[in-house]
């Protein structure tokens, strides 16, 4: 499972947010994913890149989504593959906190789709406008993806969690997500057709006329809070520095109650 092979890489990612590798007695295990029904060609896929015997098994049961729900299963028992995958870092047992990105080298953009496309979303919000999203309980998995986004997009995120779950629900917005989208779900590549269609769909939109576009976020540097810290008011602070006052007041704010270092 060389991870630098895009397929691998997609398939590695996809397994680490959606698999589930279970320890059994002695040398007894399995890994599987299981997924909708609709989605089954995917594990046909996966079933092809996979040099083990392995099955694909569908089951109709009822959850508190559906009356009844249709998932299609693939089972994987080979030790070797088990401890390969376990090597490459998805985890026995709970693994929600605990996945990061791998180890050796690997396809960043494929991983990366592999993650999204299991537990993330692509399509546009009830406003109307293009988004991608992924959620995670992974810190290395979140600080990943915006380190990674940023390099394409020029959006900065900061990883924070949801007071009410604890996760972290990283999202991108109109031009970012048309950006984002179309690097990562490029042509011909392994991924969730009802996905890459969505992410296609993202490419026509335009921003309507009129709509303000949200200004990039300032680059603070030691010698801007040293104006900050030294001017009399924000106000003058604020037309020394060629920025509004809300910012400099924040950043002001942080820097007088310790939330971000002094400037030496």
């Known amino acids: 499972m060389d991870l630098t092979v895009p397929e691998y890489a997609y398939m590695f990612g996809f397994l680490q947010a959606d698999g589930h590798l279970q320890q059994g007695v002695g040398q007894k295990g399995k890994l599987t994913a299981e997924i909708n029904v609709r989605d089954i ?14 099955s694909i098994t569908e089951r109709t049961r009822s959850t508190n989504f559906a009356e009844t729900h249709t998932s299609a ?7 070797e ?10 985890p026995y047992g709970r693994k929600s906190r605990a996945i ?7 396809s960043a953009c494929d991983y990366l789709r592999g ?7 692509v399509g546009y919000t009830g406003q109307g406008f293009p988004f991608i999203s992924l959620t995670t309980q992974s810190t290395a998995i979140g600080a990943y993806l915006c380190s990674y986004a940023e390099s394409v997009t020029g959006a900065e995120r900061t990883l924070k969690r949801n007071v009410r779950d604890g996760i972290y629900n ?6 970012n997500a048309q950006r984002l989208a179309a690097h990562l779900y490029y042509p011909g590549c392994l991924s969730l057709s009802r996905k ?6 993202l490419g026509p939109w335009v921003r309507p006329a009129g709509m303000a576009r949200r200004p990039p976020r300032i680059q603070w540097t030691a ?15 604020a037309a020394e520095l060629g920025y509004s006052t809300s910012p400099c007041q924040q950043r002001r704010w942080q820097l007088l109650h310790g939330v971000v270092p002094l400037p030496d």
């Open 41 to 54: 060609d995917l594990l046909r896929k996966f079933q092809k890149l996979t040099p083990y015997n392995s």
């Open 73 to 79: 299963t693939w089972t994987l028992c080979s030790l």
């Open 81 to 90: 593959a088990r401890t390969l995958v376990n090597d490459l870092g998805l």
């Open 100 to 106: 990061a990105p791998p180890r050796t080298p690997f």
């Open 115 to 121: 993650l999204i496309d299991a537990d993330g979303s």
């Open 170 to 175: 990283i999202l991108y917005v109109k031009e």
């Open 196 to 201: 890459q269609t969505a992410a296609d769909s």
């Open 223 to 237: 010698e801007m809070d040293r104006v900050l810290l030294a001017a009399p008011t924000i106000a003058h602070a």
